[in-house]
Protein backbone atom coordinates (compact mmCIF):
# COMPACT_ATOMS: atom_id res chain seq x y z
CA UNK A 1 0.00 0.00 0.00
CA UNK A 2 1.24 3.25 -0.89
CA UNK A 3 1.71 5.92 2.18
CA UNK A 4 -0.36 8.88 1.91
CA UNK A 5 2.37 12.27 3.11
CA UNK A 6 0.10 15.39 3.55
CA UNK A 7 1.51 18.40 1.48
CA UNK A 8 2.39 21.04 4.08
CA UNK A 9 -0.18 23.68 4.15
CA UNK A 10 2.47 26.46 3.56
CA UNK A 11 3.46 24.48 0.02
CA UNK A 12 -0.10 24.75 -0.98
CA UNK A 13 -0.39 27.31 -4.07
CA UNK A 14 -3.75 28.25 -2.98
CA UNK A 15 -3.22 28.22 0.88
CA UNK A 16 -4.44 30.99 3.14
CA UNK A 17 -1.86 33.43 4.12
CA UNK A 18 -3.01 32.88 8.20
CA UNK A 19 -2.91 29.11 7.48
CA UNK A 20 0.41 29.21 6.74
CA UNK A 21 1.52 31.22 9.47
CA UNK A 22 -0.28 28.61 11.80
CA UNK A 23 1.39 25.37 10.68
CA UNK A 24 5.28 27.10 10.54
CA UNK A 25 4.67 29.47 13.79
CA UNK A 26 6.14 27.01 15.76
CA UNK A 27 9.19 27.06 14.13
CA UNK A 28 9.81 30.55 13.31
CA UNK A 29 12.50 32.57 15.18
CA UNK A 30 10.72 35.54 17.88
CA UNK A 31 11.27 38.40 15.10
CA UNK A 32 9.79 36.27 12.37
CA UNK A 33 6.82 35.73 14.89
CA UNK A 34 6.69 39.43 15.49
CA UNK A 35 5.83 39.70 11.79
CA UNK A 36 3.81 37.19 11.38
CA UNK A 37 1.28 38.12 14.49
CA UNK A 38 1.62 41.89 12.52
CA UNK A 39 0.38 39.87 9.41
CA UNK A 40 -2.40 37.97 10.88
CA UNK A 41 -3.52 41.26 12.97
CA UNK A 42 -3.80 43.53 9.80
CA UNK A 43 -4.49 41.09 7.00
CA UNK A 44 -7.29 43.10 5.57
CA UNK A 45 -5.29 46.11 5.40
CA UNK A 46 -2.31 45.05 3.54
CA UNK A 47 -2.79 47.32 0.68
CA UNK A 48 -1.84 50.47 2.67
CA UNK A 49 1.59 48.84 3.88
CA UNK A 50 5.01 48.55 2.33
CA UNK A 51 7.35 46.16 3.21
CA UNK A 52 9.27 49.09 5.02
CA UNK A 53 6.13 49.88 6.86
CA UNK A 54 6.09 46.22 8.18
CA UNK A 55 9.68 46.13 9.01
CA UNK A 56 9.36 49.84 11.11
CA UNK A 57 5.92 48.87 12.64
CA UNK A 58 7.37 45.45 13.94
CA UNK A 59 11.46 46.92 14.74
CA UNK A 60 12.79 44.06 12.96
CA UNK A 61 15.08 44.33 9.59
CA UNK A 62 13.35 44.17 6.15
CA UNK A 63 15.71 41.16 5.82
CA UNK A 64 14.01 39.54 8.55
CA UNK A 65 10.54 40.35 6.92
CA UNK A 66 11.94 39.83 3.48
CA UNK A 67 13.09 36.03 5.02
CA UNK A 68 9.22 35.20 6.68
CA UNK A 69 7.82 35.76 3.11
CA UNK A 70 10.08 33.51 1.39
CA UNK A 71 9.06 30.57 4.39
CA UNK A 72 5.60 31.16 3.68
CA UNK A 73 5.82 30.84 0.04
CA UNK A 74 5.72 34.16 -1.13
CA UNK A 75 8.37 35.85 -4.01
CA UNK A 76 8.17 39.35 -2.13
CA UNK A 77 5.83 41.73 -0.46
CA UNK A 78 3.67 42.03 -3.45
CA UNK A 79 2.48 39.12 -3.67
CA UNK A 80 1.58 39.02 -0.01
CA UNK A 81 -0.72 41.68 -1.03
CA UNK A 82 -1.92 40.75 -4.07
CA UNK A 83 -2.91 37.44 -2.02
CA UNK A 84 -4.40 39.58 0.93
CA UNK A 85 -6.21 41.40 -1.90
CA UNK A 86 -7.25 38.31 -3.84
CA UNK A 87 -9.07 36.80 -0.07
CA UNK A 88 -11.33 40.32 -0.12
CA UNK A 89 -12.43 40.31 -3.05
CA UNK A 90 -13.43 36.53 -2.68
CA UNK A 91 -15.49 37.53 0.32
CA UNK A 92 -13.15 35.79 2.70
CA UNK A 93 -12.93 37.50 6.19
CA UNK A 94 -9.40 38.83 6.26
CA UNK A 95 -9.38 42.44 8.35
CA UNK A 96 -8.96 42.43 11.99
CA UNK A 97 -12.33 43.50 14.34
CA UNK A 98 -10.20 46.46 15.53
CA UNK A 99 -7.80 48.19 13.83
CA UNK A 100 -4.32 49.48 15.75
CA UNK A 101 -4.87 52.85 17.13
CA UNK A 102 -8.33 52.35 17.84
CA UNK A 103 -9.44 54.35 21.13
CA UNK A 104 -12.91 53.30 21.83
CA UNK A 105 -15.90 51.64 20.38
CA UNK A 106 -17.48 54.67 19.33
CA UNK A 107 -14.65 54.53 16.74
CA UNK A 108 -15.27 51.46 15.00
CA UNK A 109 -18.87 52.47 15.31
CA UNK A 110 -18.65 55.61 13.35
CA UNK A 111 -16.43 53.80 10.63
CA UNK A 112 -19.22 51.47 10.03
CA UNK A 113 -21.75 54.05 9.66
CA UNK A 114 -19.80 55.57 7.44
CA UNK A 115 -18.99 52.57 5.43
CA UNK A 116 -22.91 51.92 4.93
CA UNK A 117 -23.99 55.36 4.57
CA UNK A 118 -21.17 55.17 1.25
CA UNK A 119 -22.89 52.31 0.29
CA UNK A 120 -26.35 53.55 0.39
CA UNK A 121 -25.03 57.13 -1.89
CA UNK A 122 -23.47 54.39 -4.10
CA UNK A 123 -27.03 52.21 -4.10
CA UNK A 124 -28.91 55.41 -5.01
CA UNK A 125 -26.61 56.56 -8.09
CA UNK A 126 -26.78 52.81 -9.28
CA UNK A 127 -30.65 52.51 -8.68
CA UNK A 128 -30.93 56.13 -10.65
CA UNK A 129 -31.18 55.40 -13.83
CA UNK A 130 -34.52 53.24 -13.65
CA UNK A 131 -33.46 50.25 -13.30
CA UNK A 132 -35.83 49.66 -9.69
CA UNK A 133 -38.55 50.63 -11.71
CA UNK A 134 -37.86 48.02 -14.55
CA UNK A 135 -37.35 45.34 -11.77
CA UNK A 136 -40.69 46.35 -10.01
CA UNK A 137 -42.52 46.24 -12.77
CA UNK A 138 -40.96 42.91 -14.28
CA UNK A 139 -42.30 41.37 -9.86
CA UNK A 140 -45.49 43.18 -11.07
CA UNK A 141 -46.30 41.58 -14.75
CA UNK A 142 -45.03 37.74 -13.96
CA UNK A 143 -46.88 35.55 -13.97
CA UNK A 144 -44.75 33.17 -11.45
CA UNK A 145 -41.74 34.67 -9.40
CA UNK A 146 -39.06 32.15 -8.94
CA UNK A 147 -36.44 33.78 -6.09
CA UNK A 148 -32.91 31.57 -5.64
CA UNK A 149 -30.44 32.67 -3.26
CA UNK A 150 -27.54 30.22 -1.47
CA UNK A 151 -25.05 30.78 0.65
CA UNK A 152 -24.60 34.28 1.48
CA UNK A 153 -27.31 34.89 -1.06
CA UNK A 154 -30.09 33.02 0.56
CA UNK A 155 -31.22 35.82 3.97
CA UNK A 156 -31.84 38.51 1.06
CA UNK A 157 -33.68 35.92 -1.05
CA UNK A 158 -35.69 34.39 1.86
CA UNK A 159 -36.78 37.95 3.14
CA UNK A 160 -38.12 38.76 -0.55
CA UNK A 161 -40.10 35.94 -0.89
CA UNK A 162 -41.25 36.66 2.26
CA UNK A 163 -42.39 40.00 1.91
CA UNK A 164 -43.82 39.49 -1.96
CA UNK A 165 -45.82 36.75 -1.08
CA UNK A 166 -47.53 39.00 1.31
CA UNK A 167 -48.77 40.85 -1.80
CA UNK A 168 -48.68 38.67 -4.82
CA UNK A 169 -49.55 34.91 -5.55
CA UNK A 170 -47.39 32.44 -7.10
CA UNK A 171 -43.83 33.56 -5.61
CA UNK A 172 -41.85 30.52 -4.24
CA UNK A 173 -38.18 30.49 -3.09
CA UNK A 174 -35.44 27.76 -4.71
CA UNK A 175 -34.55 25.28 -4.26
CA UNK A 176 -37.06 23.86 -1.22
CA UNK A 177 -35.67 21.45 1.01
CA UNK A 178 -34.97 17.89 -0.36
CA UNK A 179 -35.19 19.41 -4.16
CA UNK A 180 -32.71 20.32 -6.77
CA UNK A 181 -32.32 23.33 -8.94
CA UNK A 182 -32.83 21.50 -12.08
CA UNK A 183 -36.36 20.28 -10.93
CA UNK A 184 -37.61 24.12 -9.51
CA UNK A 185 -36.35 25.48 -12.99
CA UNK A 186 -37.65 22.68 -15.58
CA UNK A 187 -41.35 24.01 -17.21
CA UNK A 188 -40.13 27.91 -16.84
CA UNK A 189 -42.70 29.51 -19.02
CA UNK A 190 -42.54 33.11 -21.14
CA UNK A 191 -44.27 35.51 -18.56
CA UNK A 192 -42.56 33.84 -15.48
CA UNK A 193 -39.53 35.78 -13.42
CA UNK A 194 -36.67 34.23 -12.23
CA UNK A 195 -35.02 36.73 -9.40
CA UNK A 196 -31.46 35.21 -8.69
CA UNK A 197 -29.56 36.33 -5.60
CA UNK A 198 -25.36 36.20 -6.51
CA UNK A 199 -23.40 37.16 -3.82
CA UNK A 200 -19.48 37.10 -3.85
CA UNK A 201 -18.39 33.17 -2.83
CA UNK A 202 -21.72 31.82 -4.95
CA UNK A 203 -21.29 28.09 -5.16
CA UNK A 204 -19.89 26.42 -8.01
CA UNK A 205 -22.08 26.11 -11.22
CA UNK A 206 -23.67 29.56 -10.63
CA UNK A 207 -22.48 31.04 -14.60
CA UNK A 208 -24.71 27.19 -15.23
CA UNK A 209 -27.74 28.51 -13.35
CA UNK A 210 -27.42 32.41 -15.37
CA UNK A 211 -27.12 30.69 -18.30
CA UNK A 212 -29.97 28.43 -18.16
CA UNK A 213 -32.39 31.20 -16.67
CA UNK A 214 -31.43 33.13 -19.57
CA UNK A 215 -31.81 30.60 -21.98
CA UNK A 216 -35.86 29.64 -20.82
CA UNK A 217 -38.92 31.53 -21.99
CA UNK A 218 -38.64 33.62 -18.75
CA UNK A 219 -37.30 36.67 -17.83
CA UNK A 220 -33.80 37.36 -15.46
CA UNK A 221 -33.48 39.54 -12.57
CA UNK A 222 -30.07 39.53 -11.28
CA UNK A 223 -28.99 41.26 -7.69
CA UNK A 224 -25.28 40.95 -6.66
CA UNK A 225 -22.04 42.73 -5.79
CA UNK A 226 -19.47 43.99 -8.17
CA UNK A 227 -18.10 40.53 -8.15
CA UNK A 228 -21.21 39.09 -10.08
CA UNK A 229 -21.20 42.12 -12.68
CA UNK A 230 -19.92 39.29 -15.19
CA UNK A 231 -23.23 38.02 -15.39
CA UNK A 232 -24.93 41.11 -15.55
CA UNK A 233 -25.34 40.78 -19.53
CA UNK A 234 -27.32 37.89 -19.51
CA UNK A 235 -30.12 39.55 -17.17
CA UNK A 236 -32.80 41.79 -18.81
CA UNK A 237 -32.38 43.68 -15.54
CA UNK A 238 -29.43 43.59 -12.95
CA UNK A 239 -29.21 45.49 -9.64
CA UNK A 240 -25.42 45.82 -8.18
CA UNK A 241 -25.23 46.36 -4.19
CA UNK A 242 -22.21 47.42 -2.53
CA UNK A 243 -21.24 45.27 0.50
CA UNK A 244 -17.97 47.28 1.58
CA UNK A 245 -17.35 46.94 5.38
CA UNK A 246 -14.62 48.18 7.56
CA UNK A 247 -14.86 44.73 9.92
CA UNK A 248 -14.11 41.41 8.18
CA UNK A 249 -17.14 40.84 7.23
CA UNK A 250 -19.51 42.10 4.33
CA UNK A 251 -22.14 44.07 4.79
CA UNK A 252 -25.57 43.26 3.54
CA UNK A 253 -27.70 46.21 4.56
CA UNK A 254 -27.88 47.62 0.75
CA UNK A 255 -28.85 44.42 -0.41
CA UNK A 256 -31.76 43.97 2.29
CA UNK A 257 -32.67 47.77 1.52
CA UNK A 258 -32.96 46.62 -2.52
CA UNK A 259 -35.52 43.50 -0.87
CA UNK A 260 -37.65 46.43 0.77
CA UNK A 261 -37.40 48.99 -2.24
CA UNK A 262 -38.59 46.12 -4.57
CA UNK A 263 -41.40 44.39 -2.01
CA UNK A 264 -43.13 48.22 -1.60
CA UNK A 265 -42.83 48.88 -5.28
CA UNK A 266 -44.54 46.00 -6.26
CA UNK A 267 -47.23 46.55 -3.46
CA UNK A 268 -47.49 50.15 -4.62
CA UNK A 269 -47.54 48.92 -8.58
CA UNK A 270 -50.76 46.44 -7.83
CA UNK A 271 -52.11 49.02 -4.84
CA UNK A 272 -55.44 47.16 -4.68
CA UNK A 273 -54.59 43.71 -5.62
CA UNK A 274 -51.68 43.83 -3.02
CA UNK A 275 -53.92 45.07 -0.33
CA UNK A 276 -56.75 42.74 -0.32
CA UNK A 277 -54.28 40.12 -0.22
CA UNK A 278 -52.06 41.59 2.76
CA UNK A 279 -55.72 41.41 4.48
CA UNK A 280 -56.45 37.88 3.43
CA UNK A 281 -53.26 37.03 4.91
CA UNK A 282 -53.90 39.02 8.25
CA UNK A 283 -57.10 37.23 8.47
CA UNK A 284 -55.40 33.74 7.90
CA UNK A 285 -52.67 34.46 10.73
CA UNK A 286 -55.62 34.98 13.00
CA UNK A 287 -57.76 32.45 12.10
CA UNK A 288 -54.73 29.96 12.32
CA UNK A 289 -53.55 31.87 15.09
CA UNK A 290 -50.26 32.00 14.39
CA UNK A 291 -48.69 35.43 15.53
CA UNK A 292 -48.23 36.74 19.43
CA UNK A 293 -50.49 39.27 19.83
CA UNK A 294 -49.21 40.31 22.94
Not at 33 to 58: E, K, P
Not at 166 to 171: N, T
Not at 220 to 246: F, M, N, Q, V
Not at 251 to 274: D, F, I, Q, R
Amino acid sequence: MTELIATPTAEIPNARIDARIDERYGDLPPQERRVADFLVDHLGDLAVFSAADISRRTGVSKATVSRLFRKLGFEDFKEVRDHALALRASGQPTASPVRSGDSSETTGIQRHVQHEQQNFTKLAEILADGRLHQAVEMIRDAGQVIIIGMRNSYPPAAHLHHQLIQVRGKVRLAPQPGQSLGEELTGLAAGDLVVVFGFRRRPRGFGDLIRHAANSPAQLLCIGDATSRTYAKHAETWIECPLDADGAFDSYAAPMSVVALLANGALNASLAAGRRRISHVASTYEELKELDTS
